[in-house]
């Protein structure tokens, strides 16, 4: 099998001109993340025309339009796929890890709601058993990272594995020894459609991108993540993984 094109962030969201989504009658956005938070990932209706009457327009006065457009588009896909450098990803998060992630950055008037949107969009994604794929690498930092204290991350943890093992997800630990790859310094999701091409939504430390019109950089980040799931633990072992931290947390 000849090598696979390993640049996915070789262009990050400031780099150049964003393309825009012509396609819709919307141009690319690129806006800064807020403080430390990774930016909230989003959901919409099964179509990927933003609906204008949208589920989340109580949360609209916390929801800049960049976000908004991204939210429809989660909610119309078909497929999730979602890795994270240093956190779990957002559509992963208990209300717990979410809350000591907004104690972290300082005081924040709009948290609770943001936290009530980030709960309402999990909610919508996993409700059905026959929805939304959704396909989760989540690297060993993250796991380790004690973000919330022990107690926080048992749960945390508890509530991957179930998740997991439900087979709600599908969920693999990019390990320690998979070394440098080529998103190490931002995340990134990407939404598949049935009958449409993905939209590809980047976080990186300059800010947000969400682009569906360069066909070339989509596909770098969908070789990025056959790459990194290359690179990840099996399921089965990702289990494993996660019950010998979960054992860890509890001699704590």
């Known amino acids: 099998m000849p090598p696979r094109a390993r ?65 429809g588009h989660e909610s119309a896909a078909d497929t999730i796929r979602a890795y994270h450098p240093s956190l779990i990803p957002g559509l992963l998060q208990t209300t717990d890890y979410i809350r000591a992630l907004y104690d972290a950055a300082g005081a924040n008037p709009n948290a609770q709601k943001n936290i009530d949107l980030r709960s309402a969009r999990q ?6 058993s026959d929805g939304t794929q959704v396909s989760m690498i989540v690297d060993e930092a993250a796991l380790r990272r004690l973000i919330g204290g022990a107690a926080v991350m048992r749960n945390q943890l508890s509530f991957i594995k179930q998740m997991a093992t439900s087979q709600r997800i599908t969920l693999r630990a990019l390990p320690f020894a998979a070394g440098a790859h080529d998103s190490l310094d931002s995340s990134f999701l990407l939404l598949g459609f049935q ?43 990702t289990i494993s993984l996660i019950d010998e931290l979960l054992e860890q947390l509890r001699d704590s």
């Open 7 to 71: 640049h996915c962030h070789k262009d990050p969201p400031t780099a150049g001109p964003a393309p825009g989504l012509a396609r819709h009658g919307r141009s690319s956005r690129r806006h800064s993340a807020h403080s430390s938070l990774p930016p909230l990932d989003a959901p919409s209706s099964r179509s990927t025309d933003t609906p204008t009457a949208s589920w989340w327009s109580d949360y609209s006065d916390i929801i800049a339009a960049p976000f908004a457009q991204y939210l």
């Open 123 to 128: 909610e919508r994604i996993y409700r059905e």
């Open 195 to 237: 009958d449409d091409e993905d939209v590809l939504y980047v976080a990186g430390p300059n800010g947000v991108l969400t682009n569906r019109d360069n066909r070339e950089m989509v596909a770098r980040y969908q070789e990025c993540f056959e790459d990194l799931t290359d690179k990840s633990l099996s399921e089965e072992a």
